[in-house]
């Protein structure tokens, strides 16, 4: 038996601004030293190595349920000392995401019908109407911000369309995800747990006026099957809602950096760009590339529910540990030449939608807004280069994402 490599300071290093515009080189370095780390002090298990990743999403003792973590916030101490923080992250709970077992079978169930990969085909072209329709406004020739005018806007209007919400909305729902995205930082402020508490508690009061609404009407959107699972008693409202909550925010953030990061990492490899250009038959496969070099979050987390041994490491139960992904998706071990970005590249098991039972339901509509982006831009301009320097989100210790993305058309 081994044990996990120790003595790393984690928390400067993830809150670092130059960490976050560029993770890589770091955990390089630690990658070397050992697939597995523990920050002592927190307790967290930090997994880097592919292989390791593999074992903690398949093993049957580690899950995603955060009241196993100990000592978490799922403990009286915890309420006592930090009421917002237990407010919140009870108030977050009740989702798919969130829960193991039986209770995540059950609320998973109502959707996958709905993400079949037949059912995400259908979908193509009201996909392939909305990038149309955002591109057709912008203009031929020029400068423009791709993040602002495309990558943004456009999963959340497909979420939209999907979901019967009214256009009016996506400055909220935005806004509101801004927010709640940032409980994926593990470690917040006390401003902004408050300021994610208020959020959710406002989408929560818009969700319940607009599923009155849809209710009423008759819908027959992707809203009504979430219409339909609490009707028949599947969720009771506060699993409705969250679960709901958990669509809006996962439904168009993991869209948003797949576009941006995507498109940044051709605009950095110009002979990739013209490869595509040339052979649209890769674009499929660039969106996984681009999915592992340059993934939309920094870390997955899972916490063990018993007592574990990955890689031969003991996990005591009760541990949370956190996925690397930046890591784990650029291991030499799995990967040939890993830090090259290659539209090509054949064998591509990259971890960015986690794995397991808690795979990203998601991924498949993803994929296909991607797939859809990235032809669309392709046709749209003949030239597209960088205008400037693109920024990222350093504001964001998870979320992995460009702030801006200025581009040159023609």
């Known amino acids: 038996m081994t044990q996990a490599v120790t003595g790393h300071d984690w928390w400067p290093m993830l809150t670092d601004p130059g960490f976050l515009e560029n993770p890589y080189p770091q955990l390089r370095r630690l990658q070397e030293q050992g697939p597995i780390h523990l920050d002592a002090q927190s307790g967290i298990y930090f997994v880097l190595g592919h292989e390791a990743f593999a074992q903690v999403v398949k093993a049957p003792q580690i899950g995603r349920d955060t009241r196993y973590w100990t000592p978490g916030w799922n403990s009286d101490e915890y309420r006592e000392r930090d009421p917002v923080g237990h407010a919140l992250y009870s108030g977050i709970q009740p989702q798919m995401i969130n829960v193991d077992g039986a209770d995540h079978k059950r609320m998973r169930g109502m959707w996958e019908d709905s993400f079949k990969a037949t059912a995400i085909r259908d979908l193509t072209p009201m996909v392939q109407a909305e990038a149309d329709r955002l591109l057709s406004r912008l203009p031929d020739t020029g400068e423009i911000d791709i993040i602002r005018d495309f990558a943004g806007p456009m999963p959340l209007r497909v979420l939209g369309k999907l979901l019967n919400l009214p256009e009016s909305q996506d400055e909220n729902i935005h806004r509101w995800s801004e927010a709640l995205i940032r409980v994926a930082d593990v470690v917040i402020s006390q401003e902004e747990k408050q300021q994610a508490l208020d959020a959710l508690t406002a989408c929560k009061d818009f969700l319940r006026g607009f599923l009155a609404e849809r209710r009423a009407a008759g819908d027959t959107s992707l ?49 990739e760009m013209e490869r595509l250009r040339a052979d649209r038959s890769l674009v499929r496969g660039a969106v996984e590339e681009f999915l592992r070099y340059e993934p939309g979050g920094n870390m997955i987390l899972r916490v063990a529910r018993e007592d574990v041994e990955i890689c031969g490491i003991p996990i005591p139960a009760g541990s949370p540990l956190l996925g690397m992904i930046g890591a784990v998706n650029r291991d030499p071990a799995r990967f040939d030449d890993p830090d090259r970005v290659d539209v090509g590249r054949v064998a591509n098991p990259h971890f960015t939608f986690g794995g397991g039972v808690h795979f990203c339901l998601g991924a498949p509509l993803a994929r296909l807004e991607g797939l859809v982006a990235f032809n669309a831009l392709l046709d749209r301009w003949p030239s597209i280069t960088l205008a400037g320097k693109a920024r990222w989100r350093v504001d964001r210790l998870n979320a992995r994402g460009l702030a801006t993305l200025p581009v040159r058309v023609g």
């Open 223 to 271: 809203t009504s099957v979430i219409l339909r699972a609490q009707d028949e008693g599947v969720l009771d409202e506060d699993e409705t809602l969250v679960n709901m909550v958990s669509m809006l925010i996962a439904g168009h953030e993991t869209t948003v950096t797949l576009i941006g990061n995507g498109l940044l990492l051709l605009l950095q490899n110009p002979g």
